[in-house]
């Protein structure tokens, strides 16, 4: 197979590929009296004042008059016997003319074949409310849950057959209820709301309130009070015995 051909490296192909490349600076074109650096002079400022008022002045065109459309003439609808006093608004008549049959045909295909009402849109449906607490993940409902509504007759013909409507009513259990403990709280909001509310802490009783009935005091009783009350009247042995003595003095 055919070798490629190695250059040899002479010195003079080193010192010739040695020497750096010249520079070319960018080619830069010269400004003109709008791209000169630094502030405009009074000249200049001149000249393009005078500019602004050749180039940049605002054309005024004449404005664009709109002609109305002509209204309907005996030439333009062949059918009709005279010209119109008024414009006619609405024109369904086929322009290009032609018989009765014709005409015929032109209303007949331009109406519908099957005609049908307003689309009525159904009502939304009703979800259940399930508020999503902070901090806690999102609410997974088990399907088949909300149960749909029974659907109630408009009207009994007795109050026996009502009430047997009512008391043969059955909603779905769900699974998870079977299997669960319901708790105390459960337990006590499933009773009815008692009228007034059970309070928050027990309210002592009405008797705490009343004074205490006084009942007589017999003899010996009172015997017994006469000496306490004599008892407390005299002062203490301990404070007379504190009580410096001023009989020196006298």
């Not at 109630?152 to 026996?160: G, R």
């Not at 802490?201 to 004599?230: D, G, I, V």
Request: aromatic letters at 10%.
């Amino acid at each position: 197979m055919w070798q490629p051909r190695r250059r040899r490296c002479s010195k003079e192909w080193c010192l010739r590929n040695a020497q750096p490349k010249p520079s070319i600076p960018p080619f830069k074109p010269e400004p003109t009296r709008w791209a000169k650096p630094g502030p405009m002079n009074l000249d200049d400022w001149v000249n393009f004042y005078k500019w602004c008022q050749v180039n940049a002045a605002p054309i005024e065109r004449p404005p664009i008059k709109k002609e109305p459309p002509p209204p309907p003439t005996p030439e333009r609808v062949p059918r009709m016997a005279e010209a119109p006093k008024a414009p006619i608004v609405g024109w369904t008549r086929c322009e290009s003319g032609g018989n009765r049959d014709e005409q015929d045909a032109f209303s007949r295909l331009s109406s519908p074949r099957w005609r049908r009402g307003k689309y009525q849109p159904p009502p939304p449906e009703v979800f259940a409310y399930r508020p999503r607490l902070a901090y806690q993940p999102r609410p997974m409902p088990e399907p088949g849950r909300p149960a749909n509504k029974i659907k109630v007759p408009c009207c009994f013909q007795h109050d026996d057959v009502e009430s047997e409507f009512w008391a043969t009513v059955r909603f779905p259990v769900s699974k998870n209820a079977r299997s669960t403990m319901p708790s105390r709280k459960d337990c006590e909001l499933s009773r009815p709301r008692a009228v007034p509310p059970k309070p928050h802490c027990p309210l002592p009783s009405q008797n705490a309130y009343l004074m205490p009935k006084r009942k007589k005091m017999t003899a010996r009783q009172w015997r017994a009070h006469q000496q306490r009350l004599k008892i407390l009247a005299q002062p203490s042995e301990r404070i007379l015995a504190e009580l410096p003595c001023f009989c020196d003095r006298w």
